[in-house]
């Protein structure tokens, strides 16, 4: 979610200050007087009551909640979504009836599509409370593994791309580059012709529950195979991964590889910009290429530490539209909108960093950042900001999601639901990526966005992050000192592509691929 520092309190407030979530009570008056109010209020097309009316009416309620019925939680998220939902007039008004509460709410957003053909919204989805507050707390789940697939006919192929450290497959000896081919006795190459075989993929891949354990088959980047148990366990997610400084002809340059812009974020951020301070580094590399999004308070300081004082002073982040309902006030703090600055001091958001200490700057006036169609949303909003004060943002690696657009997340009854509220534009006014950033020599076959400086380049999964040999970093390295991109991979990419015999469409079935792909108030 965007999170405006005004509206940021201490730890025991942050759900209702910090994720900027409508926490909404009991309204008084039982059981009774809310079925006098909602009598005769039941769906009609064209006709939404106020969303209020339906607020904290739960089939399943806790001591804090009303009794209701499934049928008013979906017509609370009918109203909340005409309300508040920034495409709220390309939404089909649908009765609720025959639909659970999930799949209602799926079906309550545009169908519309971008210019390159793509969903307009591509970003609506849900958690249940207890599950979304661990996530923010860094705490999900899980084998402290960062899954990426490929499609190589006939094979999934199935690919460690980050290790947490201290986690069980850390714990087990996995890295990154490690290949799965077979999860719990199912060869991965059977997605495509056996239904079970993807049921059973992601029950090994995500296991929702802590003390799960499954077996996998392993190949390692040396050729070893071996079989590894891995039992699900509560895992600390890493905002950065790596942050190094590199000697280049001469100069230092600052590499930090950053993957979450959560509430745990900000102080490994300040650490390895507080480093690059102290040595005096000439250049940044950003690698964002995992970087599904979060809170705009992180990627505002982010900026931020990047530009400096001078380029930011009385310079607007991102300002953020609201659909026609909501020209002049948020409505979801009822305060005046009111542009989000480049937040230049700490904030205290569990007591580790006090608010309002200096952050480190550098003061730059270009930066090179690293991308894949995983970094999205509050990540393309720290290089829409950056371009719109006239520092140059060079893009190494491949087009971005395109998610200029965020939300607030809003809880009911058991669940907090995020769909789009809002859209946002830099200084200069600028928001319309829907289809991402591109660097300027994308291969034809690749999906193009917005054209920046840079070159196309792929990620390097036989390499860690943060080595200089690494191919995506190297790339940015290299194009640095040269202003050069390396063509064989242009040539890789194209021959790749020729052979392609098609997409594998069950890969939209993994949840994997289901993961947040940004969020932006959470964005």
Not at 118 to 131: G, L, N, T, V
Not at 498 to 514: F, I, M, N, S
Request: proline fraction near 4%; charge should be negative.
């Amino acid at each position: 979610m965007k999170i405006f520092n005004r509206l940021i309190g201490k730890p025991v407030m942050l759900l209702c200050a910090l994720l900027l979530v409508s926490c909404g009570g009991d309204s008084g008056g039982g059981v009774s007087a809310y079925r006098d109010l909602v009598s005769g209020q039941d769906w009609s097309e064209g006709i939404y009551f106020p969303a209020d009316n339906y607020q904290n009416s739960c089939e399943t309620p806790t001591s804090e909640q009303r009794e209701g019925s499934a049928y008013d939680e979906k017509m609370w998220l009918r109203s909340w979504t005409n309300d508040v939902y920034l495409w709220y007039d390309e939404v089909e008004d649908v009765d609720p009836l025959g639909y659970s509460v999930a799949d209602y709410f799926n079906v309550l957003k545009t169908n519309a599509t971008t210019a390159s053909g793509r969903d307009k919204d591509r970003f609506h989805f849900y958690y249940e409370i207890d599950e979304w507050q661990q996530r923010q707390q860094g705490i999900i789940s899980g084998y402290g593994i960062r899954w990426e697939f490929e499609v190589e006919t006939p094979r999934l192929i199935v690919t460690i791309a980050l290790v947490a450290a201290g986690s069980p497959a850390d714990n087990q000896g996995l890295r990154r580059g490690d290949v799965v081919t077979e999860v719990d006795g199912v060869d991965t190459a059977t997605v495509y012709d056996v239904e079970s075989a993807l049921d059973n993929l992601n029950a090994g891949l995500f296991p929702p529950e802590h003390g799960e354990t499954h077996i996998f088959t392993v190949q390692s980047l040396s050729g070893e195979t071996r079989e590894v148990s891995l039992e699900s366990a509560p895992v600390a997610t890493q905002a950065v991964t790596a942050s190094e400084v590199i000697e280049t002809d001469g100069s230092s340059l600052g590499y930090v590889a950053f993957n979450n812009h959560n509430l745990v974020a900000q102080d490994a951020l300040v650490e390895s910009f507080q480093s690059f301070v102290d040595a005096g580094v000439e250049d940044v590399v950003l690698d964002l290429r995992y970087n599904g999004g979060g809170y705009l308070a992180v990627a505002s300081q982010l900026a931020y530490m990047i530009a400096g004082e001078q380029q930011t002073e009385g310079k607007v982040f991102e300002r953020v539209v609201f659909n026609d309902k909501h020209t002049e006030t948020n409505p979801f703090t009822g305060s005046d909108l009111a542009p989000m600055p480049f937040n230049s001091k700490t904030i205290d958001f569990f007591g580790e960093l006090p608010d309002g200490r200096d952050l480190p700057n550098l003061g730059l006036n270009r930066v090179v950042v690293i991308t894949t169609g995983d970094t999205c949303s509050a990540s393309e909003s720290i290089m829409n900001s950056l371009r719109g004060i006239d520092v140059e943002v060079i893009q190494i690696g491949s087009t971005t999601c395109g998610k200029p657009y965020g939300f607030y997340g809003t809880e009911n009854c058991q669940n907090i639901y995020f769909s789009i509220n809002m859209k946002g534009e830099n200084d200069k006014g600028f928001g319309d990526y829907a289809d991402g950033f591109s660097p300027q020599n994308l291969p034809s076959t690749e999906p193009a966005g917005v054209s920046l400086e840079g070159c196309y380049a792929e990620d390097d999964l036989s390499r860690e992050l943060g080595d200089p040999d690494e191919g995506m970093f190297a790339a940015a390295i290299k194009y640095l000192a040269s202003g050069e991109c390396d063509t064989a991979v242009l040539q890789k990419a194209s021959a790749a592509a020729a052979q392609k015999t098609g997409d594998l469409p069950v890969l939209e079935g993994l949840e994997a691929l289901r993961r947040v792909e940004g969020l932006k108030l959470y964005r």
